[in-house]
C-alpha cells in the first residue's frame, strides 16, 4: 500500500532554517511527484510547490519562491523540503502529498503523510 | 493566485444530502477544468476523494464510497461536491482544489456537520 512517512515535529528561531523529510513506499517513486502543502493553525490549506521525482523539476509557489527548496533522494524514495529564513507566521503542520504534474489527468494529491507540525518563536 | 470560493459552513442531517460548492473567478472556465474534492477531518491529513472534470472523465479515490460524487454547474461557474445520505462520520472540512495556470489552488474549505 502507498505510503508517505514524514519527519516528526521541529520548533525553530526565527530566521533559522527547517527541512522536512517525506518518504514513501508502495509505489515506484520516480513515476510521480511530491506536492508540499501547509496548514496554520486553525486554517485551510496552502501549496507550497511540487517537485517531480523523474527529473528534480520543481515548481514553487510564488509567494514562497526564493525561501524553500525541494529536493529529492531516489536512492531512499524521499523528499525533502527546506525553509529558510522562518517567520513566525511559516508556524504549520506541513504535509507532503503524491502528486502528479498540474496538468496531468487523473487523480492528484491522492496520498497525503501524516504532517509534520514546524512551530516558529522565540 | 485566483480565489476559489466555499461557504465556510453547511450542515443538513443523517440521511440527507449535502451539496457543497466551489465557486471560480468569472475569468476561469469551470469547464476548463478538473475540480479535487478533499476530506480532513480535525488532527488527520486531508483525504483524496474524488475528481470531476465530465460525467466521462472523473475518478473516486479509493476506498472512497460512491455517496460521495462530483458535478459542475456551468451556469454557476461552480464545482460540486455531492454526498448523499449523509452519516454522522461524513462531519468534517472539505476542500476544493484546480490547477489553473502553474500552481495549485485550495479552496478556503467548508466545515460540514452533520446535525
Request: charged content about 15%.
Amino acid at each position: 500500500q502507498v505510503q508517505l512517512v514524514q519527519s516528526g515535529a521541529e520548533v525553530k528561531k526565527p530566521g533559522a532554517s527547517v527541512k522536512v523529510s517525506c518518504k514513501a513506499s508502495g509505489y515506484t517513486f520516480t513515476s510521480y511527484g511530491i506536492s508540499w502543502v501547509r496548514q496554520a493553525p486553525g486554517q485551510g490549506l496552502e501549496w507550497m510547490g511540487w517537485i517531480s521525482a523523474y527529473n528534480g523539476n520543481t515548481n514553487y509557489a510564488q509567494k514562497l519562491q526564493g525561501r524553500v527548496t525541494m529536493t529529492t533522494d531516489t536512492s531512499t524514495s524521499t523528499a525533502y523540503m527546506e525553509l529558510r529564513s522562518l517567520r513566525s507566521d511559516d508556524t504549520a503542520v506541513y504535509y507532503c502529498a503524491r502528486a502528479r504534474r498540474g496538468a496531468a489527468p487523473g487523480p492528484n494529491f491522492d496520498y497525503w503523510g501524516q504532517g509534520t507540525l514546524v512551530t516558529v518563536s522565540s | 493566485q485566483p480565489v476559489l470560493t466555499q461557504p465556510p459552513s453547511s450542515s443538513a442531517s443523517p440521511g440527507e444530502s449535502a451539496r457543497l460548492t466551489c465557486t471560480l473567478p468569472s475569468d476561469i472556465n469551470v469547464g476548463s477544468y478538473n475540480i479535487y474534492w478533499y476530506q480532513q477531518k480535525p488532527g488527520s491529513p486531508p483525504r483524496y476523494l474524488l475528481y470531476y472534470y465530465s460525467d466521462s472523465d472523473k475518478g473516486q479515490g479509493s476506498g472512497v464510497p460512491s455517496r460521495f460524487s462530483g458535478s459542475k454547474d456551468a451556469s454557476a461557474n461552480t464545482g460540486i461536491l455531492l454526498i448523499s445520505g449523509l452519516q454522522s462520520e461524513d462531519e468534517a472540512d472539505y476542500y476544493c482544489m484546480i490547477w489553473p495556470s502553474n500552481a495549485w489552488v485550495f479552496g478556503g474549505g467548508t466545515k460540514l456537520t452533520v446535525l
